[in-house]
């Protein structure tokens, strides 16, 4: 008998812990959005380098009152994007590369990687490294929302191969006028990562314009040559707007 009160007083606290025991920070970003910011409502996502969609079909499932704008400039990719979300009214697929002005330019795949990015001349001088995919059609967001009538994003998401700062200049009147409420972007975490923009470099440019740190995301370590150290992270970045409005609901 007295074994066993020994046993229940001794269990009981592990079950208490164990019961209110939280995710840490940088599993689930929606649902640290909605603990932090229950009265921000998700309603419209751009999903800014979608591929076919595998980002897209997460956000169809945890934000169901959302609209989401798919940007995705290669031919056979976009027309499996619109295949897999065929009749699906909220989901606005757009066949275009966003950057830092208009026109035309170069997408090529990464025949290591199997990652398809714009061309730069300035970095990617080592074209017999690519295969040349195909002239893509290429728009700023801040031209995008102004033709198509896109008042505010509550949720950007840009994934776009080293390509992620040119697509945030584009948005500088979007950014600056506080019309987006969250910004995810694809940043490089060492020296050795040339793909990637470096995060320092994204933090540096969004701090200017009054965007923090929400979270750390998906770390990816070098996989490709076994080291141990990150290669890449998805950071998420939140307009101190947003904050603000919070703590004023609150």
């Known amino acids: 008998m007295l074994l066993k009160k020994i046993a229940v007083k001794l269990l009981s606290p592990r079950r208490k812990i164990r019961r209110n025991r939280k995710l840490p920070r940088g599993v689930d970003v929606f649902k640290e959005i909605a603990r932090f910011f ?20 997460i956000y169809l499932s945890r934000l169901p009152g959302s609209h989401i704008y798919c940007f995705e400039p290669v031919d056979d990719t976009f027309y499996k994007l619109q295949r897999n979300h065929k009749n699906n009214n909220r989901i606005t697929c757009c066949k275009l590369a966003l950057g830092s002005s208009q026109g035309k330019r170069t997408m090529v795949l990464d ?39 896109v008042e505010r994003i509550n949720y950007l998401k840009i994934d776009t191969e080293g390509h992620d700062l040119e697509v945030l200049k584009g948005s500088v009147n979007m950014i600056s006028e506080r019309r987006i409420d969250l910004i995810e972007v694809e940043a490089g975490m060492n020296p050795s990562n040339l793909l990637h923009v470096p995060f320092e470099t994204l933090k540096d440019y969004l701090e200017s314009c009054s965007y923090v740190v929400f979270g750390i995301y998906e770390q990816a370590w070098e996989t490709r040559t076994g080291e141990a150290h990150l290669r890449r992270i998805n950071a998420v970045f939140v307009s101190l707007e947003v904050i603000k409005m919070n703590k004023q609901s609150g």
Not at 38 to 57: C, H, K, R, W
Not at 114 to 136: M, P, Q, R
């Open 38 to 57: 229950p009265a921000l409502n998700i309603e419209v996502v751009f999903d800014v380098g979608a591929n076919v969609g595998q980002s897209t079909q």
């Open 111 to 149: 025949r290591g990687s199997k990652e398809a990015f714009l061309i730069d001349s300035s970095k990617n001088s080592d074209v017999d490294s690519y295969e040349i995919e195909e002239s893509v059609d290429l728009t700023t967001l801040d031209d995008y929302c102004d033709v198509n009538g």
